[in-house]
């Protein structure tokens, strides 16, 4: 694959993808991949293909130490500097987040972050893109010299300067001993809106259902469809069964007993609750695991009016008006807490904050 990027043989590199795409974290000369080679050359189209298909590489380094973003911005391919910075913003995958914070402060050789590199090319704009991200401001190289240091010494960009310092970057000559190895910058500037908590719930579930092999969720979903079978089959052939027409109460009734369950109302609310759960929490398990793509968003509307079929049919059995509120109050119920619970596991800011809180409390 070297040698066909290096005599521009684009179409045999995209043969090479299709049939081994472990070759993109292949290393050749100098410890360059051929992440690192399009990263170079500014090649947008190619540097996509390689991070769908090896997403991994984006954590690959030279032999220098260096990564595909220290090699972008060292060569000025704001475009390619781009499309990395938007793979790792837009990562699905469950190491994204990692991957976010790890590249981003990693070190070459020299010590130096790729916000010392954007810094000493003097690139403002390189600048502020990276400071949207969880990226140590106060980062030292080998020498000690931090980025408001290189400023100072290699340009004195005044501009460049008051950005930094509103990102709470410091002179390594002022820093309290206990910050020299502090991660990730404690104040940050917001050059474009926060991902929202829908953003980050998408981005969550999305996750979820992304590097899990082929045969582990061919299994998973067999058997999960089979508790969503009992479970729904469950529901229309409850123990004890139904009351049938030729039942002596009246269809004349507010709420007529015919096609109603047998059993007493408690036993059937506490049937009804066990076999939600089962039920509900068999849907969220299918529909993570259904392929990203057309064909798993075609099957999430069938899923959908699965469930409230469940929910229809559940309700229209029940023994009492009670029994059919609580059915669907419980409903309700398990929509907020499954909501609420998506929001605080997607969302590391809330779940630090509860976790002070709780430590307060007791």
């Known amino acids: 694959m070297h040698v066909a990027l290096q005599h521009n043989q684009t179409a045999m590199v995209y043969r090479l993808i299709e049939t081994e795409p472990t070759l993109v974290g292949v290393k050749g000369r100098e410890g360059f991949t051929p992440l690192h080679y399009v990263a170079q050359n500014d090649e947008v189209k190619l540097l996509?293909?390689?991070?769908?298909?090896?997403?991994?590489?984006?954590?690959?380094?030279?032999?220098?130490?260096?990564?595909?973003?220290?090699?972008?911005?060292?060569?000025?391919?704001?475009?390619a500097l781009e499309a990395l910075l938007s793979f790792l913003r837009r990562s699905w995958y469950r190491e994204a987040l990692y991957w976010e914070e790890k590249v981003v402060n990693w070190k070459d050789e020299n010590g130096f972050t790729v916000l010392h590199v954007a810094v000493k090319?003097?690139?403002?704009?390189?600048?502020?893109?990276?400071?949207?991200?969880?990226?140590?401001?106060?980062?030292?190289?080998l020498e000690g010299l931090t980025v408001l240091d290189i400023v100072d010494r290699a340009n004195n960009n005044p501009d460049m300067k008051d950005v930094l310092i509103q990102a709470g970057a410091e002179h390594s000559h002022v820093m309290k001993t206990n910050d020299i190895n502090a991660i990730p910058s404690m104040k940050q500037v917001s050059f474009e809106p926060k991902p929202t908590l829908l953003d980050n719930v998408i981005r969550f579930l999305k996750a979820q259902k992304t590097n899990i092999s082929?045969?582990?969720?061919?299994?998973?979903?067999?058997?999960?469809?089979?508790?969503?079978?009992?479970?729904?089959?469950?529901?229309?052939?409850?123990?004890?069964?139904?009351?049938?027409?030729?039942?002596?109460?009246?269809?004349?009734?507010?709420f007529?007993?015919?096609?109603?369950?047998?059993?007493?109302?408690?036993?059937?609310?506490?049937?009804?609750?066990?076999?939600?759960?089962?039920?509900w929490v068999t849907i969220i398990t299918i529909y993570l695991l259904l392929p990203n793509g057309f064909y798993g968003q075609l099957l999430t509307l069938p899923l959908i009016l699965f469930s409230?079929?469940?929910?229809?049919?559940?309700?229209?059995?029940?023994?009492?008006?009670?029994?059919?509120?609580?059915?669907?109050?419980?409903?309700?119920?398990?929509?907020?807490?499954?909501?609420?619970?998506?929001?605080?596991?997607?969302n590391h800011s809330s779940l630090s904050y509860i976790k002070k809180l709780w430590s307060r409390c007791r």
């Not at 293909?49 to 972008?72: Q, R």
């Not at 704009?125 to 140590?136: A, H, M, P, R, T």
């Not at 007993?257 to 039920?279: A, Q």
Request: proline share 3%.
């Open 308 to 346: 409230i079929t469940y929910l229809f049919c559940s309700t229209i059995i029940s023994p009492s008006l009670i029994c059919a509120i609580v059915n669907f109050s419980f409903f309700i119920f398990c929509v907020v807490l499954l909501s609420l619970g998506l929001v605080l596991i997607s």
């Open 214 to 254: 082929t045969e582990t969720r061919d299994a998973l979903l067999v058997v999960a469809a089979l508790v969503a079978t009992a479970t729904f089959q469950a529901v229309l052939s409850p123990p004890g069964g139904l009351r049938q027409a030729d039942s002596s109460d009246s269809d004349s009734l507010p």
């Open 48 to 79: 996509r293909e390689f991070l769908a298909v090896s997403p991994h590489s984006i954590m690959d380094a030279t032999n220098k130490g260096e990564t595909a973003l220290h090699i972008a911005v060292e060569k000025g391919n704001t475009r």
């Open 256 to 279: 007529s007993k015919v096609g109603k369950v047998v059993m007493k109302e408690w036993l059937y609310i506490t049937f009804l609750i066990l076999n939600s759960i089962s039920f």
């Open 121 to 141: 090319m003097n690139d403002i704009q390189v600048v502020k893109s990276l400071l949207k991200f969880k990226i140590n401001v106060n980062a030292k190289s």
